[in-house]
């Protein structure tokens, strides 16, 4: 049970305060709600870009990270298709520092031309350090667009190519800012050891003074009923055949959006999950096979992906997989197997509470999807999902029409 | 009107006064020391054993670790897959881990879990079969994941900048191919199996929210296995005369994964504490002087580092980074500037105080949570580093001066000694 206080400013910044008074830490997490689904299709990777100015000072303070690592604190930040995280861990005593550093930037930007260059030029390392000279770091590239037509989920957060961040100008930069990073877009969650009476006074003079801003309304293409099975085929430089299959699944609010979480447990994650069982161990067609989703918060993929050991043919992996789902969909789990994915969710939640900062972030993130309070439901609703449900969830996702199949070969020459 | 142009006040982190919450040490009846570190909330545990049994100790390429990765693949009793079901079961995890001169087994789970998996674990540990199936599965899957591998510039680098610093034939420098994993043997992994696990030497470090009759259990378990230090075996070092390596590993790649690198002496030398702090000046955190820059500045990279290697019986002093390929050499020749201005300038006071309250805040958070705790102790323990190491660590990281460090820079930062690889 992680405990809380809530309350909002006048300007509609919504903040958070989880108090534990066994760390000598204080965590503050902003999150903002924009990720790279609000991008335009032809700006992708802007979400992402603009994290990175996030650091290259604000109004009132000229360097963000210099006060921060003086104030003995380290910070970090990440972008995804849904959401944009900030967050600060620094020694509780110098808390202030954190509420004056990030109040400032969610005031303004400093807006600076020179930043905007050399983040230009970082981002598009990262561009080619994780998605480019990786092999197979061009798999979700593929898969987005086959999978997704109009939603945004269609590119992936870093962008669909190079040319897309060289091209952001400053006053696009300017325009996003005062769009989305605004009090009444984001959450404060500060955790740690820190006081509600602390932060509420902190919160009220640092951040109580920025104007509003319009709560941006998001809406987004909905991507279409998929009806028909689609396909790509590519090759690629690598070492080994590559099979990716996705379906497409709930919200992260939908009602079947727990069942489907375990059943992935089901089939893959672990040593002795279905598809790492058959395929890999008993019939040895696969070097390794995951099932998994990111918990998008619209709705998501479920995902199957595997190389394949050399000299075993794409279609007859593909086929043996069928194999496998068809065994899934024709009897539903035992009530064991059931049990042991539960005991998994149950223990996985359990180590990653051990750490404020995934406190914080955690709030921060539940509240964002509708109330901090559903972070503490999460376990009972893993242990109400029934065997039925698993049967007719499944039955439901793994139609053929509702799949995309992605054949990544390995050329030497291509 | 706040005026946001100030600062609010902060305390020094300097000024903290860090304590390493001291450890329990118990010992099992056969000797078998037991280290518990019992804080944290949640009823989790993180057990881990920890052998005498890494790299080291092998006679032939990849045996320690196949040994020690294997040991979920079967016993007298369970097979591979009634093991990992019996695991999973409970949703807790068993890692390996094989290092240099140690390998471990891992075990996190739920407190209430730990009758069902304590006679799991000491039967991997005694009662391992390593069967000839499961041994082909995994030379296979090994053999194809490093053809994945070998594509990848920073994989190809970080093998290649080892064995040019300690040789191909020592434990901290020797890598794997396809003809290593084809040469392992059931009979070998089971003679390594029984001379360095079933006869050989463990310690355990337990931490999390300790049950109070956790000695007690690991006394039934564990407390009766027969125990034999292994020797060490020593292994000369044969570095590189070459210093400077240009390779081609894929016609296509876009980026250079570039690793500059010096031996350096280990934990015990007087050179080492100061070195840390010299060492984040440089390139150990996001504020320092590689990453403002050669990332902050120029954009050459998403991102540059240096540290001391964490090894025992030596270490080296690294730099590494990922840049765009045509901007390899201009990286590096910033590397050298860095390297020179700490050689010719002393650091200013308000840049040290800076990398000193970092430092400080840092290692306040790392005492964070029993996990955290238990290995730091293991390092020291590891080390035979006394207690007193960390608070020589806080005395050396509040006091260390300019000087000091331009001193230290000018031994140990010329260009001229470090190994330079560049891998496109």
Redesign the interface.
């Known amino acids: 049970m992680i405990t809380f206080d809530r309350f909002t400013l006048s300007n509609g910044l919504r903040v958070l305060v989880h108090t534990d008074v066994s760390t000598p830490m204080a965590v503050v997490n902003v999150l903002y709600d924009v990720g790279a689904r609000d991008e335009d299709p032809d700006q992708t990777g802007f979400a992402h870009l603009f994290e990175h100015l996030m650091f290259g000072g604000s109004l009132h303070i000229p360097d963000y990270d210099e006060p921060l690592q003086l104030a003995g604190g380290e910070n970090n930040a990440y972008t995804t298709n849904d959401l944009t995280n900030y967050y600060i861990q620094l020694p509780a005593d110098n808390l202030e520092t954190a509420f004056w550093l990030e109040s400032d930037r969610m005031l303004s930007l400093a807006f600076s031309q020179k930043s905007l260059g050399v983040q230009q030029k970082v981002v598009c390392e990262e561009f080619k350090e994780h998605y480019l000279n990786k092999p197979y770091g061009d798999v979700w590239s593929h898969m987005r667009s086959l999978a997704y037509q109009v939603h945004p989920y269609r590119w992936m957060t870093i962008g669909r190519e190079l040319a897309h961040i060289e091209q952001a100008r400053l006053q696009q930069v300017k325009d996003f800012f005062f769009k989305y990073y605004t009090p009444c877009n984001a959450i404060l969650v500060v955790a740690g050891n820190v006081h509600v009476a602390q932060v509420r006074a902190l919160a009220e003079k640092w951040f109580g003074p920025i104007p509003s801003g319009t709560r941006y309304q998001r809406k987004l293409p909905i991507e279409p009923t998929q009806t028909a099975a689609r396909f790509k085929m590519i090759q690629a430089p690598v070492p080994l055949d590559l099979l990716c299959k996705t379906w497409h699944m709930t919200d992260r609010l939908g009602a079947s959006y727990h069942a489907t979480d375990l059943l992935t447990d089901m089939l893959g994650g672990s040593a002795s999950s279905r598809l790492h069982q058959q395929l890999v161990k008993e019939q040895k067609l696969f070097v390794h096979i995951d099932c998994y989703h990111f918990g998008s918060s619209d709705p998501g993929l479920v995902t199957i992906e595997g190389k394949l050991v050399e000299g075993v043919s794409m279609e007859k992996a593909e086929q043996a997989l069928q194999e496998q789902l068809n065994a899934f969909l024709s009897q539903p789990p035992s009530e064991q197997e059931l049990e042991k994915v539960k005991n998994k969710t149950e223990s996985a939640i359990a180590f990653e509470d051990m750490s404020v900062m995934s406190r914080a972030s955690s709030l921060a993130y539940y509240e964002l999807l509708g109330d901090a309070a559903w972070m503490n439901l999460e376990l009972s609703k893993y242990a109400s999902v029934t065997t039925a449900q698993i049967a007719a969830v499944s039955n439901e996702l793994f139609r053929t029409e509702n799949q995309n199949t992605l054949y990544y070969y390995a050329n030497p020459s291509a | 009107m ?1 005026d ?2 100030k ?5 020094d ?1 300097v000024h ?1 006064q860090l304590e390493l919450k001291p450890y329990t040490h118990h010992q099992l009846a056969n000797g078998v020391d037991v280290y518990m570190i019992d ?6 545990l993180q057990i881990e054993w920890l052998y005498k049994a890494g790299n080291c100790y092998e006679s032939q390429n990849l045996i320690a670790a196949t040994t020690n990765y294997l040991l ?1 693949a079967g016993t007298t009793t369970h097979t ?2 009634e093991l ?2 019996k ?7 068993v890692n390996r881990g094989c290092y240099n001169e140690q390998a471990s087994i891992t075990l ?3 407190n209430k879990h730990t009758d069902v998996l304590l006679p799991l674990i000491r039967e991997v540990l005694t009662e391992s079969v390593f069967p000839s199936h499961e041994l082909l ?1 995994y030379q ?2 090994m053999k ?2 490093l ?2 591998n ?4 920073d994989y190809v680098a970080g093998r290649l900048i080892d064995a040019y610093l300690f040789g191909e034939e020592h434990p901290y420098g020797k890598y794997s191919s396809p003809s290593s994993f084809d040469a392992l043997t059931r009979d070998a992994l089971l003679a390594f199996y029984e001379r360095y696990y079933k006869q050989g030497h463990f310690q355990l470090f337990v931490a999390g929210k300790i049950p109070g009759d956790i000695v007690e259990k690991l006394n039934r378990y564990f407390g009766d296995l027969p125990i034999t230090i292994p020797d060490l075996p020593m292994h000369p070092c044969h570095p590189a005369t070459q210093k400077k390596f240009n390779i081609q590993n ?1 016609p ?4 250079g994964a570039i690793r500059l690198a010096r031996p350096f002496p280990d934990r015990h030398h007087p050179d080492f504490l100061p070195a840390l702090v010299l060492n984040t000046v440089f390139g150990g ?3 320092s002087r590689l990453m403002s820059n050669i ?8 991102g540059i580092h240096s540290y001391l290697l964490n090894l025992q019986q030596t270490s080296a002093w690294m730099i590494s980074t ?3 390929k045509e901007v390899c050499e201009a990286t590096i020749k910033e590397v050298y500037a860095e390297m020179n201005r700490l050689c010719n300038e002393p650091i200013s006071e308000e840049e040290l ?3 000193r ?2 430092m ?3 290692l ?2 790392d005492l ?2 029993p ?1 955290q705790l238990i290995a730091r102790w293991k390092n020291l323990l590891l080390n035979n580093l006394p207690p007193a190491h960390f608070h020589r660590t806080i005395d050396t990281i509040r006091n260390v001066n300019a000087q000091q460090l331009q001193a230290l820079a000018q031994r140990y930062l010329n260009p001229a000694d470090f190994y330079e690889l560049v891998v496109v």
Do not use: W
Not at chain 2, 7 to 11: F, L, Q, S, W, Y
Not at chain 2, 252 to 255: E, N, R, T
Not at chain 2, 295 to 302: L, V
């Open positions: 706040i946001r142009k600062m609010p006040p902060i305390v982190a903290y804080a944290g909330a949640e009823e989790v979920r591979a897959y990992d079901e695991i999973d079961y409970v949703g807790a995890y996190h789970c739920l599965l296979q899957n194809q994941r053809s994945v070998l594509r990848k510039s894929d296509a790649g876009v980026q955190f996001f504020g990332r902050e500045e120029k954009g050459y990279t998403y990922e840049a765009g105080n800076l990398v309250n970092y400080m805040g840092g306040l958070g964070d949570g996990f």
